[in-house]
């Protein structure tokens, strides 16, 4: 490589030294009068050379040629990268190009075909360059960001192989690539970006079907976090008080229309009124019947000699799930949107009251108010 590139030396400079040396150029003083107002100098001169023709310019320009031929890889690897992203269905819209023609990205080498194609007709390659430059940069300082957020969030995933990393680093790389950005291009930078955002929201409402690990997730937990811990178990002033409702709903399960039914859902509309407070909601719900637990069932596993039949304990860990999807879009329906479920699979329904009603909440974030109806008759 080291060699090629020294030949292409050697080309370049061939031609620029048979100019420079050339005894026929020849420098004609012609005055234009016309070229000039009476504003401008009184008078002026075009200078304009001549010389012969020389063919050695034409070994650059073939030099260039071959050198661009090294971008041919990146037409034939860009088709894979856009068939390696539809495919892990990331975004919906992506899905045609998942497709393949005897092992062969088609479909995707075609549109990276048309975009190169549009990208030529431009005819201006200083905005083809910028705008490329730009989605470089952005990309380097989306991946600064992600460092600096993985960092300041304590990510367990994050654990970077540099031994003195530093997340003022990845902040001077934002820093560096937001500027050289705005120095390119401002406008062209803004656009790049709005394209980002576009894209990030396209993905976060419809796309993502395949969980690939989110960093921003880590975000509400830490606010979560600190927000809990500064709440204290004090009583809370008459001024200052909301309720924190605990609602307890008896579901039943509909064999005729196989789904699951609430017995009261005035009930929900009730809460639905309450949670004008502001306050804490907790809709909760109780199953008869026993559910199997992790130690017993790595127990019965390790054992091989007991027979048990753990059916039953999986059949009520599934209904429960059932169960929570069916309150949670009971809840949407009843316009309760930020109310949280709690199935409960207990032996008998009192201790299962008493269990909800002492550790349902999480610190100084729980209910103070119980909603339920007679026990009985949930019987």
């Given at each position: 490589?080291?060699?090629?590139?020294?030949?292409?030396?050697?080309?370049y400079?061939?031609p620029l030294?048979?100019?420079v040396?050339?005894?026929?150029?020849?420098?004609?003083?012609?005055?234009?009068?016309?070229?000039?107002?009476?504003?401008?100098?009184?008078?002026?001169?075009l200078?304009?050379?001549?010389?012969?023709?020389?063919?050695?310019?034409?070994?650059p320009t073939?030099?260039?040629?071959?050198?661009?031929?090294?971008?041919?890889?990146?037409?034939?690897?860009?088709?894979?990268?856009?068939?390696s992203?539809?495919?892990?269905?990331?975004?919906?819209?992506?899905?045609p190009?998942?497709?393949?023609?005897?092992?062969?990205?088609?479909?995707a080498?075609?549109?990276?075909?048309?975009l190169s194609?549009?990208?030529v007709l431009?005819?201006?390659f200083?905005?083809v360059?910028?705008?490329?430059s730009?989605?470089?940069?952005m990309?380097y300082?989306?991946?600064?960001?992600?460092?600096?957020?993985?960092t300041?969030?304590?990510?367990?995933?994050?654990?970077?192989?540099?031994r003195?990393?530093?997340w003022?680093l990845?902040?001077?790389?934002?820093?560096?690539?937001?500027?050289?950005?705005?120095?390119?291009?401002?406008?062209?930078?803004?656009?790049?970006?709005?394209?980002?955002?576009?894209?990030?929201?396209?993905i976060?409402?419809?796309?993502?079907?395949?969980e690939?690990?989110?960093?921003?997730?880590?975000?509400?937990m830490?606010?979560a976090?600190?927000?809990?811990?500064r709440l204290?178990?004090?009583?809370?002033?008459?001024?200052?008080?909301r309720p924190?409702?605990?609602a307890?709903?008896?579901?039943?399960?509909?064999?005729n229309q196989?789904?699951?039914?609430?017995e009261?859902?005035?009930?929900?509309?009730?809460?639905?009124?309450l949670?004008?407070g502001k306050?804490?909601?907790?809709v909760?719900?109780i199953?008869?019947?026993l559910i199997?637990?992790f130690?017993l069932?790595?127990f019965?596993?390790?054992?091989?000699?007991?027979?048990?039949n753990?059916?039953?304990?999986?059949?009520?860990?599934?209904?429960?799930?059932q169960?929570?999807?069916?309150?949670?879009e009971q809840?949407i329906?009843h316009k309760?949107?930020?109310?949280?479920?709690d199935?409960?699979?207990?032996n008998?329904v009192?201790?299962?009251?008493?269990?909800?009603?002492?550790?349902?909440?999480?610190?100084?974030?729980?209910?103070n108010?119980?909603q339920k109806r007679r026990?009985?008759?949930?019987?």
């Amino acid at each position: 490589m080291v060699f090629f590139q020294i030949i292409y030396t050697i080309l370049y400079l061939i031609p620029l030294t048979n100019t420079v040396l050339d005894d026929d150029i020849l420098y004609d003083i012609k005055w234009q009068p016309e070229l000039t107002s009476p504003i401008e100098l009184d008078n002026s001169y075009l200078f304009t050379s001549k010389r012969k023709e020389n063919y050695l310019c034409a070994l650059p320009t073939l030099q260039a040629t071959i050198s661009n031929i090294q971008n041919l890889p990146f037409l034939v690897g860009a088709p894979r990268l856009l068939q390696s992203v539809a495919k892990d269905d990331i975004m919906p819209i992506l899905k045609p190009f998942q497709s393949t023609f005897r092992d062969e990205p088609f479909k995707a080498l075609i549109f990276t075909l048309i975009l190169s194609e549009i990208s030529v007709l431009i005819a201006n390659f200083d905005i083809v360059t910028t705008m490329v430059s730009e989605f470089f940069l952005m990309c380097y300082l989306s991946v600064n960001l992600v460092c600096i957020l993985q960092t300041l969030l304590h990510e367990p995933s994050w654990r970077p192989r540099f031994r003195f990393y530093h997340w003022l680093l990845s902040l001077l790389g934002v820093i560096v690539c937001m500027t050289i950005m705005l120095i390119s291009s401002w406008y062209i930078a803004l656009i790049s970006l709005a394209i980002g955002v576009i894209v990030y929201i396209y993905i976060w409402y419809a796309g993502a079907n395949k969980e690939w690990g989110e960093g921003l997730k880590g975000l509400p937990m830490s606010i979560a976090h600190v927000a809990l811990s500064r709440l204290d178990d004090r009583p809370m002033h008459t001024k200052n008080f909301r309720p924190q409702i605990l609602a307890f709903i008896k579901c039943i399960y509909n064999e005729n229309q196989h789904r699951w039914m609430i017995e009261h859902e005035k009930v929900l509309d009730l809460l639905s009124q309450l949670k004008a407070g502001k306050g804490l909601i907790i809709v909760a719900t109780i199953i008869q019947g026993l559910i199997c637990c992790f130690m017993l069932i790595l127990f019965l596993e390790t054992n091989k000699k007991m027979r048990f039949n753990l059916g039953k304990y999986d059949e009520k860990r599934d209904i429960a799930e059932q169960l929570r999807h069916y309150l949670k879009e009971q809840m949407i329906t009843h316009k309760i949107l930020n109310g949280f479920i709690d199935v409960l699979v207990a032996n008998d329904v009192y201790d299962g009251i008493n269990s909800l009603m002492q550790i349902s909440g999480v610190g100084g974030f729980r209910p103070n108010t119980v909603q339920k109806r007679r026990v009985y008759f949930w019987n």
